[in-house]
């Protein structure tokens, strides 16, 4: 099963000239041992280039491979001039560094006796992975490196076949609104 992109809708466009590209940085973390983890960088190519505000995009794009246990964090990017969040050595060190913190929390949960299948493990875990995305962001988005925009990071919630989930990123600093429909297939 898997977790697709139904389709994304322009709000509000950033505040940069010429349409928006947009890219997502997914990041899949199982709440059972192993607490195995995965990162991907997809887009922006033909289904999510060239937004206007207004603009809807239905081309279907799977994400990610579902698991019922699995926390789902989903970040938005704007593309400025070139993808910054590509390559396996720049995605290496995401994973990496995301695959750190995933499991130092799920751990911490298991040394406490508590659950890690938890509503409360599973929100920490994704506020951790909130924390590392927006912190690996301002390294690998800035001068040198590079030059994209978040536009913001949300949790994907849906967990059974069939189920559909309408999530909205904002970015007050690039003035962007995007409503994204999640599909469980």
Not at 21 to 35: E, K, Q, S
Not at 47 to 54: E, I, Y
Not at 74 to 87: H, L, T, Y
Not at 92 to 110: H, N, P
Request: hydrophobic share 40%; proline share 2%.
């Amino acid at each position: 099963m898997s977790l697709v992109v139904d389709k994304i809708k322009c709000i509000e466009e950033s505040n940069e000239i010429g349409a928006d590209d947009i890219y997502l940085i997914v990041f899949r973390g199982r709440t059972v041992a192993p607490f195995e983890s995965n990162l991907a960088s997809i887009g922006p190519g033909s289904a999510w280039s060239d937004f206007d505000t207004g603009e809807t995009h239905h081309t279907d794009v799977t994400i990610a491979k579902t698991q019922a246990d699995a926390v789902y964090a989903v970040m938005m990017v704007e593309k400025d001039m070139g993808k910054d969040i590509s390559g396996a050595e720049v995605i290496g060190a995401w994973k990496t560094q995301t695959d750190l913190v995933w499991k130092s929390i799920m751990m911490g949960f298991v040394a406490a006796g508590q659950p890690t299948s938890s509503n409360s493990a599973k929100a920490a875990g994704f506020a951790g992975i909130k924390n590392a995305l927006n912190g690996l962001a301002s390294l690998y988005m800035s001068f040198p490196k590079g030059n994209d925009d978040v536009i913001d990071v949300k949790r994907v919630t849906i967990t059974s076949l069939g189920q559909a989930q309408t999530i909205r990123f904002r970015s007050d600093a690039e003035d962007a609104t995007y409503d994204v429909t999640f599909k469980h297939v």
